[in-house]
């Protein structure tokens, strides 16, 4: 119980900031679509944080669009339809599958398949492979291995 | 197969080709998806002239930029000469986007200004500037207090400066400060290839 009181009274602090740079509007509803949303969208100035996550005065000013937008109507294919066409895809954390992103999207499965097959490949030729012949020496020493006259102990340090 | 050692030094520079071009490549300028589309609209008051307001419909039919700045904008600080030694014999007129001039000042606290105050605000501010760094550069200066504008046109940084051609395209999009180096190499060529295809 004292630790549960200690947990909360450590997160008092985040949870005060977090009321203080957040314009929330009234409706819990349309507020957990907007942090949904804008937790797939990339902030332009701190480029590592998501609009949710950045309290950067832009992601402030887009996360309130994201709200007008709902509000007015918009789902929510058409806001990022809205903030693609100012900011460019670069605003998605999800790039959008297209010429420019092949590369991207199927390069990673092309890597797979292409070492999977590089590796089934040398599996089947390994098989195949024949080992070399013994020489008469090597036979000689095999052989007397087998026979347990030769010590293997010392045969193989040497 | 004798030359099946040289793979793995293939495979290190085919990385290491990758790597230095994305080492060349500046994450901060995000390519705009407006160029080639029409400048957003919009109709706003003007900075000086109290009484009189800015769109870009006002300047179809000329090659014109568009400069977003700030008073707070620190970077603005080092182009603003530029724009003002640019401005004394440019080609082209220079409108300026004055962007969130008091929202965007994170050291004063506004909330709940009425809108009248804060635009009277961002004048006196933002004249009180330019006569502080060396003159106003600009035809006009359209003022976009909640920076509604700013997102329009896909501004995440300011200064930023897009050239618009008479047909109200967005052309070319400048992020940053304009340096007498870009100006010279980029902005003045682009802006003389755009008056020569009127």
Redesign the interface.
């Given at each position: 119980m004292r630790r549960l009181a200690l947990v909360a009274a450590l997160l008092l602090p985040v949870a005060g900031q977090a009321g203080e740079a957040v314009p929330v509007s009234d409706d819990p509803v349309l507020e957990e679509r907007v942090m949904r949303l804008s937790h797939d969208l990339r902030c332009?100035?701190c480029?590592n944080q998501s609009i949710a996550e950045s309290n950067a005065?832009?992601a402030v000013?887009?996360r309130n669009?994201v709200r007008e937008q709902f509000l007015a109507g918009k789902d929510e294919a058409a806001v990022v339809e809205y903030l693609?066409?100012?900011?460019?895809?670069?605003v998605l954390y999800l790039p959008p599958f297209k010429g420019a992103t092949l590369l991207l999207w199927l390069g990673p499965g092309l890597l797979l398949v292409a070492g999977a097959g590089w590796l089934a490949w040398r599996l089947r030729r390994r098989v195949r492979e024949v080992p070399p012949p013994l020489s008469a020496e090597e036979h000689a020493r095999a052989s007397a291995l087998l026979d347990g006259s030769a010590k293997p102990s010392q045969e193989s340090r040497s | 197969m004798k030359a099946k050692f040289l793979v793995p030094l293939f495979i290190f520079l085919l990385l290491a080709g990758f790597l230095g071009y994305g080492l060349k490549l500046n994450p901060r300028e995000v390519p705009s998806p407006l160029i080639g589309k029409p400048a957003p609209a919009f109709r706003v008051p003007q900075l000086q002239a109290e009484d009189k307001s800015i769109s870009p419909e006002d300047l179809k039919g000329r090659v014109w930029l568009l400069n977003v700045w700030a008073s707070w904008c620190i970077s603005c600080r080092y182009e603003h000469p530029v724009l003002v030694d640019f401005a004394r014999n440019s080609p082209v007129p220079i409108i300026g986007l004055n962007y969130k001039e008091v929202r965007g000042d994170g050291a004063l606290d506004v909330k709940g200004i009425d809108p009248a105050t804060e635009l009277a605000t961002a004048r006196q501010r933002a004249r009180q500037w330019l006569v502080e760094h060396g003159g106003d550069p600009y035809m006009v200066s359209a003022v976009d207090l909640d920076g509604r504008i700013g997102i329009d046109y896909g501004v995440y940084g300011v200064p930023e400066t897009f050239l618009i051609d008479q047909q109200g395209v967005i052309r070319y999009k400048h992020i940053g400060p304009i340096t007498p180096e870009s100006l010279r190499d980029v902005l003045i060529p682009k802006i003389a290839e755009l008056q020569r295809a009127s």
């Open positions: 332009l100035v480029q005065p832009l000013d887009l669009q693609v066409a100012r900011y460019g895809d670069f | -």
